[in-house]
């Protein structure tokens, strides 16, 4: 990753709202409750991040909620932040599931169901996802077929499982014992395979969507609380041209009157 003393401005743009390309499908329970706020809302607060797919497209790294709320409103414009692959400014990881406030005969049956499935203690296969258990057992979701479509709806198809009926909690912990300390509640924990960057950008191009909160982009310099005014996104005539270039110069009034401060530390936010 670049060195954070020198991470660049932040390259806002405002494009097409169809520009963009999902590479995770949107999570219902966030994205209907979004819809409500935002329909109320006088300001974008934090734009998607994307990267540049083609000259013409961009893949959501983060956002697809967003975006998702926004184009069902009807924007035909929306606001972000576009990073380069090639920048170093994009670290990909990958989130883990905890499954908690449900109980474990519960979700082994739901995985049990899944005709696409078979879950094993040992195997010499590629997982999409490996699932421990409190007790420490440790089981492999295999799927049978390996392409992208296939292989990325059965990952979708359980993590619906637990996302209907228990709490789900993305974590970065993978040791049970500090899983459990901060979690007493948790029934299972869910690693998955590390993503590429041609994972996600083929996901997005074959619309083989990943699920929600599956891969992790740590973005260096990522921009937040902009408070984009929503009435300069609203369909009045104008192009998308047009549109960025009101906020090329609403970025450069912010720069000039120094209300743009860049954070080098690593941060936890108490207030989402």
């Known amino acids: 990753m670049t060195d954070n003393l020198r991470t660049p401005v932040p390259d806002l ?7 963009l390309h999902a590479h995770e499908s949107h999570d219902s329970q966030r994205s209907l ?3 409500e706020r935002l329909r109320r809302d006088e300001y974008i607060i934090n734009p998607p991040v994307v990267a540049p797919i083609d000259e013409q497209s961009f893949v959501i790294l983060d956002g697809a909620n967003r975006c998702h709320a926004l184009r069902a409103l009807g924007f035909p414009h929306l606001p972000v932040q ?3 692959w090639d920048s170093g400014q994009i670290q990909l990881d990958t989130w883990n599931h905890i499954v908690s406030n449900w109980t474990e005969t519960d979700l082994l049956d739901g995985l049990a169901e899944l005709p696409d499935l078979t879950m094993e203690e040992n195997s010499d296969g590629q997982p999409v996802a490996s699932l421990f258990l409190t007790d420490g057992t440790r089981m492999n979701l295999m799927a049978g077929d390996q392409d992208p479509h296939s292989r990325n709806a059965l990952l979708c198809q359980i993590v619906a499982v637990y996302q209907r009926n228990a709490v789900l909690y993305r974590s970065v912990l993978e040791k049970l014992s500090q899983a459990r300390e901060h979690f007493p509640e948790m029934v299972a924990l869910l690693r998955f395979p590390r993503v590429t960057f041609r994972d996600i950008v083929t ?4 619309k083989a969507w990943i699920p929600p909160g599956v891969s992790r982009h740590i973005i260096s310099g990522r921009a937040l609380k902009i408070n984009y005014p929503v009435r300069h996104l609203v369909e009045d005539g104008r192009s998308s041209g047009q549109k960025n270039e009101d906020m ?13 401060r860049f954070y080098a530390e690593s941060t936890y936010q108490f207030d989402e």
């Open 13 to 19: 743009r405002i494009v097409p709202a169809e520009s």
């Open 33 to 35: 409750p979004l819809m």
């Open 203 to 206: 996901a997005a191009r074959e």
């Open 82 to 84: 576009v990073v380069d």
């Open 248 to 260: 090329q110069k609403w970025l450069r009034r912010k720069l000039a009157r120094r209300e743009v």
